[in-house]
């Protein structure tokens, strides 16, 4: 019964018109935008829609939460949904933004040392953004780096209570055979792949992937993620087996907006 409400709403909040102050916002802000067929466009605004329908923003640090912030980050966060059918990040409850980077209380031990951060994704239900970072990486299509598509995937990767690297990869309608497939696929290609990248980081080598992708499997994907979308063609390149489930993941072809 939950299923078919939360189906239910989400079809209405689809159905909304899309304010056209909001879409000139994110077509002047998010430079991938502009780059996605008309009917993409339209898809991902209606995932706008859900996300900002369901999700909660809240501004920290003296920062004034505007609608444009919140449309500017639920589109560089839908992005990451296109082309299947999708929970917006199950776990995800609230989404906290700042002015510019922040200090945090360290989440691998139980120190009271504080560091300094951009953004943090929490499998409590959190994602925290540095706004400023926000909007650089959304203006900078090409540099590797974007702070949204980076904690949400995390997200992504935490809707299955891991955050080990491997989201959920397969469909309802997919066979037990076809399941298996598309798991042992990603675990063969992302291992493999991680293994050499950390390697090659220890021993001082720079790739295509920033170094920080070496610090654990989660963070690997993540900056994968951010590599795909950003400098795919380097990746497709360089890294053809990584760019290939990257791209049957998240059904988007990046290479093609160049």
């Known amino acids: 019964m939950m299923g078919w409400w939360k189906r239910r709403r989400r079809k209405k909040l689809r159905q909304q018109p899309f304010n056209p102050a909001w879409r000139e916002a994110i077509a002047a802000n998010f430079e991938i935008f502009t780059c996605l ?5 339209e898809q991902l605004l209606d995932h706008v829609k859900v996300l900002l329908g369901e999700k909660h923003f809240e501004a920290c640090g003296g920062l004034e939460l505007t609608d444009e912030i919140k449309v500017i ?4 966060a839908g992005l990451l949904l296109m082309h299947r059918e999708t929970e917006y990040f199950s776990r995800l409850k609230s989404i906290l933004v700042y002015p510019s980077s922040y200090f945090g209380q360290t989440l691998d031990d139980e120190s009271d040392e504080n560091a300094h951060r951009l953004g943090e994704s929490w499998d409590t239900g959190v994602v925290i953004l540095a706004w400023d970072s926000v909007l650089g990486g959304a203006h900078n299509r090409t540099d590797g780096q974007n702070l949204v598509f980076h904690e949400f995937c995390h997200q992504l990767d935490q809707e299955d209570g891991l955050a080990d690297g491997l989201p959920i990869l397969a469909d309802g309608d997919d066979t037990v055979l076809e399941r298996h497939e598309k798991y042992t696929t990603w ?10 990248f950390v390697e090659r980081t220890e021993r001082g080598h720079r790739t295509v992937l920033d170094s920080y992708g070496a610090t654990n499997p989660a963070e690997y994907f993540a900056v994968a993620t951010e590599c795909f979308f950003e400098k795919s063609r380097s990746m497709k390149q360089n890294l053809p087996q990584l760019y290939e489930v990257l791209h049957q993941y998240y059904r988007l072809d990046p290479v093609q907006w160049h």
């Open 37 to 41: 067929e008309p009917a993409e466009q």
């Open 73 to 76: 980050i639920a589109a560089q």
């Open 187 to 196: 675990s063969q290609v992302l291992s493999h792949h991680y293994k050499v």
